[in-house]
């Protein structure tokens, strides 16, 4: 298998793949909504190119990817991760979808190859999610993943000059495998 098919994950609605620069469109009816932004570490983008210079270049420490319907391809959302410190065998996760696909299990389901993929070929032991008190949605979905609650970080973002606390979650690899059907279970040390 070529090393970009391994960053290629698919499921039964959904393919997810690395975010290309053409995706900007499709990101934007996520970046480009207030609502879908609110609780994002930044402001909502005001125009498509504000949300086109809001893709970078992956790093080892940040990468990005497009969450496309299986079917259609059509562009649904984006999932990251970023402060990835591979010493340390931890990282962060974000994810957005465009509002219109919100509560249908979609971010579930994305999030499950997605975070095999941190705990398996990039060796995780820590899975990070900061998620601010208020976001039910993020909140639901981290515990329903298997994220435990860690306590609340005071003023931990600056947002358009607006100081902002999150919760900070945390997945381990030990939890997630144990979650997952045991065939496909390792345990790699540290
Ligand atoms: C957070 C977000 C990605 C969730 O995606 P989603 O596909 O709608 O989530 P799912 O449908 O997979 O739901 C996961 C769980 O959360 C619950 N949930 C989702 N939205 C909810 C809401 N608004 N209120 C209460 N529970 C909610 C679901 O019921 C489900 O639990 P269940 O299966 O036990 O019923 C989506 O709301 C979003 O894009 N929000 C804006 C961006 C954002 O805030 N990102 C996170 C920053 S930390």
């Given at each position: ?5 391994k ?81 340390h ?56 993943l ?42 790699p040390?540290?």
């Amino acid at each position: 298998m070529a090393a970009k098919d391994k960053l290629v994950f698919t499921t039964e609605r959904l393919k997810l793949r690395p975010l290309a620069p053409s995706d900007a469109k499709g990101l934007h009816t996520a970046y480009g909504d207030p609502d879908a932004m609110r609780f994002w570490d930044c402001a909502p983008s005001r125009d498509l190119a504000e949300t086109k210079a809001r893709i970078p270049r992956n790093t080892p420490h940040f990468a990005m990817w497009a969450v496309l319907s299986r079917d259609t391809r059509r562009f649904l959302g984006m999932v990251n991760y970023h402060h990835r410190h591979a010493g340390h065998r931890r990282l962060a996760i974000g994810y957005i979808l465009a509002r219109e696909h919100w509560r249908k299990g979609l971010m579930s389901e994305a999030l499950v190859p997605f975070l095999d993929h941190c705990f398996g070929a990039l060796a995780s032991h820590r899975v990070e999610a900061l998620i601010e008190p208020g976001n039910v949605a993020s909140r639901a979905l981290a515990e329903k993943l298997g994220f435990s609650s860690e306590g609340l970080l005071r003023d931990h973002l600056c947002v358009e000059g607006r100081y902002r606390s999150v919760i900070m979650y945390s997945l381990l690899a030990n939890e997630w495998r144990a979650r997952q059907p045991k065939a496909s279970r390792t345990q790699p040390s540290c």
